[in-house]
Every structure is written in C-alpha cells, then in structure tokens.
C-alpha cells in the first residue's frame, strides 16, 4: 500500500487508509516486526513495558495480528464494543476509522505548546514495572485489584490524572467512568482467558478511541497483543491477592537514582504463539 495513504505510524503498527475494494474508506492496521524495551551491555532486552523501539523481532507482527485478532473475536463474542472487522492477511487487519482519544492545543501562540495527541489506559493487576518504580513504598507484586491509569502517547508516555482530564476538558466525567468500568471488564476477559491456561496478567493497556462514523462511541481500538500485556507463569496469591513468591522472581535494583525491577516468571512474547495461536 502506498505510504501516501499512511494515517499514523506508531512503534509497533502502521495504520494506513483503504481507497478501494470492498473495504474503501475503512483503515487498515499493519503489525510490523518492530520492538519496544530497553538496551542493557549494548544489546536490546524486549519489554513492551517501555516505550522506546529497539530493534525488531522477525516475525513477531505475524504473531501480534493472530493474537489480537483471537482477542477481539473474543471480545466480540463477550459484548464488548471495538474497531475490528476482520484479518486479511498474516499481519493485516481491517478496522473501522476512529480517532484516538485527544484534544487540540488550546493556545498553539505560546512556545512549547502541544496537542494531546491520543491517550492509552493501563491496568494492573499487581505491582511492578513502572507502576512500582514510582511508588517503591510498594511491595512488588502487591495485588491492586485491576487499577487503572491513563497515559498520554507520544515519545515518552507520560501519566495523566482522570481529574485533569475532566477539567482540562479532555474528557467527560460520564465518558472517563465509563472509559474506566469499559477497561476493568476488558482485563477481567482477558486475565480470565490466560487463568485458563496456568498463567497470570500481570498487568496490560488498552488504547480506546471514538468510532469516527455514526455516534462515537467510545471502543477499543489499537490491538491486543503481546506488545501490551505483561504476563507470568508463576503466581500464588494470598488472602489479599498478593503474590506469595514475589521474592523468587521480581528483581529490584536502586543505581544512580534510578529503580528497575524485572520478573523472572515473566513469559516472553514469543510463547504466546504455542499457547493461544497452536
């Protein structure tokens, strides 16, 4: 497809719009092989936790297309609302035209200024990633019960509260409850669905948007893919729901004012092919 009907180039997919055929006017989404994380000694660790792209897995667009397309079918059959409208290639899909959800800048005459360009939401079944490395008074792997963030999208994602988004007028009250009740019962699918298969959810993100043709309805949008899930095989919670074996597998470290922390169960990407996709 040619790259003048390109309508947004993002780290992991290219969204292009479809000027003919059966699908005219609708878009299409193209999983690409590229991978965000971070370099340690010179060499790329994956990590779809982080935000930049560091190099590229062959084959892991394939792989994302077939794992967000099970997904959305998924949650199709569950009653929840999305963009999807079917696969028509290993890494190709055809979804109906939304806008992310935004907000134009309000005073584009002072330097510096900037839209808000599309927001994503991250739920988190426990404690780690980011979510820990800025609140370290919190035990790693601590359940916190499907919480929900909203992040503005962009070179480096940067957290948001929904207060702010109410009064900035980014947001309605109305649709940041329902955005909020809309993410929880997504993860709850989702988590539920790899329960099934001995694994647990560590945490997640959903990118939503507005239907750009009829009433727009605010649904998923994006994909739902290794890209944006954090997944262990190992989790044995206690009466609160936290981890019980935390100090097997999350790895903390504090080094020149900065925290990492990593989870050793954590299950790459690559193996969610043998275990939804065989």
């Known amino acids: 497809m040619s790259e003048k009907n390109l309508v ?3 780290k992991s997919k290219d969204v292009f719009q479809i000027t003919e055929g059966p699908h005219k006017d609708k878009y299409k989404l193209v999983f690409t092989d590229r991978a965000t994380g971070y370099m340690e000694d010179g060499k790329p660790v994956f990590d779809p936790g982080y935000d930049s792209v560091v190099g590229e897995i062959p084959g892991k667009g394939a ?3 077939r794992f967000a397309t099970y997904f959305f079918k998924l949650l199709q059959e569950k009653g929840i609302p999305s963009h999807y409208i079917d696969t ?3 890494n ?3 979804v109906e035209p939304a806008e992310p959800l935004s907000m134009p800048v309000a ?3 002072f330097t510096g200024s900037a839209p808000l360009e599309n927001l994503e939401f991250t739920w988190r079944n426990n404690a780690t990633g980011s979510f820990w490395r800025r609140y370290p008074f919190v035990k790693p792997c601590k359940n916190l019960n499907t919480l929900v963030e909203a992040w503005t999208k962009g070179d480096v994602d940067i957290l948001i509260t ?5 009064e900035t007028g980014a947001m309605r009250r109305e649709e940041i409850n329902h955005t909020i009740e809309l993410v929880k019962n997504m993860a709850g699918i989702v988590s539920q669905e790899f329960a099934s298969k001995d694994l647990h959810v560590i945490d997640g993100k959903f990118e939503l948007g507005r239907l750009k043709y009829g009433d727009g309805k605010i649904v998923i949008i994006d994909e739902i893919s290794p890209d944006v899930l954090r997944v262990c095989n190992g989790y044995s919670p206690d009466e609160n729901g936290d981890c019980t074996v935390n100090k097997d597998c999350a790895v903390t470290n504090y080094s020149n004012g900065k925290r990492t922390i990593k989870n050793k169960k954590q299950v790459p990407a690559a193996d969610f092919t043998d275990i939804f996709l065989s």
Not at 162 to 166: G, I, K, S, T, V
Request: glycine fraction near 4%; hydrophobic fraction near 45%.
């Open 8 to 10: 947004f180039r993002g």
């Open 63 to 65: 792989i994302a297309c």
């Open 88 to 90: 028509i290639s290993e």
């Open 92 to 94: 190709e899909m055809v």
């Open 107 to 109: 005073s584009p005459d």
């Open 162 to 166: 929904f207060e702010a988004l109410e």
